[in-house]
């Protein structure tokens, strides 16, 4: 079966660094995506990832290890801001996007 | 970037009415757009994948004469909620896809709650 692995709920500070790790399972790989979802909105698009390796945007980097089926997503300088769900999302072999219940990131000053 | 309008953003009925959802590509054509339902703290769940000009394909579990979907243009997408119950309150959320096919980016409406009294 599909199945995606992450934490419920982290909590970190302001100005800090927060890892949110994700572990997939699926039929049939075509990379994935991270989106940002703040309650009651809708996900925004944060990352894409198809090759193995980091990709750096901004305050924002995600990891992709393709053989472990796993990724993070890192955060930096922590704003209030984004204390949001963290959503991992791999696709599979027939594009699909499957979904997990997302990583809630609590933000304290 | 690419922006998908949906409309309305909340919505209130009685049971046993229909509600009508719409979701628009603003910028850019949508041939596929996708319809999910995201219940409290839960993912978000993949009811259809809409295509232009052909019947929308429902995902295993979602009732197809109760969730109608009509894709008539590359920009807009309806989603007609059936008979509504209070159990079909919910967030809906219609996506498309920009540009780079079937790995492009998902481009997110902005979600429409509906709670059905």
């Known amino acids: 079966g599909q199945n995606i692995d992450q934490p419920t709920e982290m909590t970190a500070t302001e100005g800090a660094i927060v890892q949110i790790n994700c572990t997939y399972q699926t039929s049939g790989f075509n990379g994935l995506f991270w989106y940002q979802q703040h309650a009651g909105e809708a996900p925004t698009f944060l990352s894409y990832?198809?090759l193995d390796g980091l990709e750096e945007k901004g305050r924002f980097s995600s990891f992709l290890s393709r053989s472990k089926g796993y990724s993070y997503l890192l955060l930096k300088e922590l704003q209030m801001k984004d204390s949001a769900s963290y959503l991992c999302?791999?696709?599979?072999?027939?594009?699909?996007?499957?979904w997990g219940a997302g990583t809630k990131l609590i933000i304290k000053p | 970037g690419a922006v998908v309008s949906q409309h309305p953003s909340r919505v209130i009925c009685k049971s046993g009415t229909s509600v009508k959802i719409e979701c628009r590509s603003l910028d850019f054509q949508a041939t596929t757009m996708f319809w999910y339902r995201q219940f409290p703290k839960q993912s978000l769940m993949l009811m259809a994948t809409s295509n232009e000009g052909s019947k929308a394909t429902y995902e295993q579990g979602v009732e197809k004469d109760k969730f109608l979907i009509n894709h008539a243009s590359l920009t807009l997408s309806t989603l007609t909620v059936t008979s509504a119950h209070p159990e079909d309150s919910s967030f809906y959320i219609c996506?498309?896809?920009?540009?780079?096919?079937?790995?492009?980016?998902?481009?997110f409406g902005e979600g429409s709650r509906l709670t059905v009294l």
């Open positions: 990832n198809v």
């Open positions: 999302a791999p696709m599979d072999s027939n594009y699909q996007l499957i």
């Open positions: 996506s498309a896809r920009g540009e780079g096919g079937d790995t492009g980016e998902l481009f």
